[in-house]
T-cell receptor, first 113, second 113 residues
């Protein structure tokens, strides 16, 4: 299994809603990542987890809250988002942090109304 | 990578021709480079990578060239096919310090039948 699975594929939420994005991999990778991608732009790193511990937080607003329950799962909890947070949210994994080859999921297309 | 504003540079080629996609990077400490392909509605997919101790690496129908002197990376696709139509991103990483992939701006490849 060489897949990174993200759910849901699409999400529409209001600015007062609370929602969560989920990511799962069964490749035995110990590093997992959240990236944000706006249309026609490259992916931008948000968070890195290494061995289930947060290693990098790229000064992301607190309305985005990551969680890594175990080595196979990564969540991104969303609360009080703004319309400008609408984007494609990509999850990725790699064998270890610093191992460069990332495997990406298909992303969650998020629209904030 | 270079910022290209709201519009992705586009390379349009005829099916069967060779394609060359270029990428400039600015960090002289980068020692690892990777090319990703992103099709519409999907996450980035690994194509090929290269370390700074090499200047050329070949894969199946693809070749990556690295010129460290001018900080330039290129991706060559031989006998381009309609299935190659996508956005292509280069990414770079330092071996020390932050050690997270930084994506450059993308190039859209359009293959005309």
């Amino acid at each position: 299994d060489t897949e990174v699975t993200q759910t849901p594929k699409h999400l529409v939420m209001g600015m007062t809603n609370k929602k969560s994005l989920k990511c799962e991999q069964h490749m035995g990778h110990r590093a997992m990542y959240w990236y944000k991608q706006k249309a026609k732009k490259p992916p931008e790193l948000m968070f890195v987890y290494s061995y289930e511990k947060l290693s990098i937080n790229e000064s992301v607003p607190s309305r985005f809250s990551p969680e890594c329950p175990n080595s196979s799962l990564l969540n991104l909890h969303l609360h009080a988002l703004q319309p400008e947070d609408s984007a494609l949210y990509l999850c990725a994994s790699s064998p270890g942090y610093g191992n460069e080859k990332l495997f990406f999921g298909s992303g969650t297309q998020l629209s904030v109304l | 990578g270079e910022s290209v504003g709201l519009h992705l540079p586009t390379l349009s080629v005829q099916e069967g021709d060779n394609s060359i996609i270029n990428c400039a990077y600015s960090n002289s400490a980068s020692d690892y480079f990777i090319w990703y392909k992103q099709e519409s509605g999907k996450g980035p997919q690994f194509i090929i990578d290269i370390r700074s101790n090499m200047d050329k690496r070949q894969g199946q129908r693809v070749t990556v060239l690295l010129n460290k002197t001018v900080k330039h990376l290129s991706l060559q696709i031989a006998a381009t096919q309609p299935g190659d139509s996508a956005v292509y991103f280069c990414a770079e990483k330092e071996d020390t310090g932050r050690r997270a992939l930084t994506f450059g701006s993308g190039t859209r490849l359009q293959v005309q039948p």
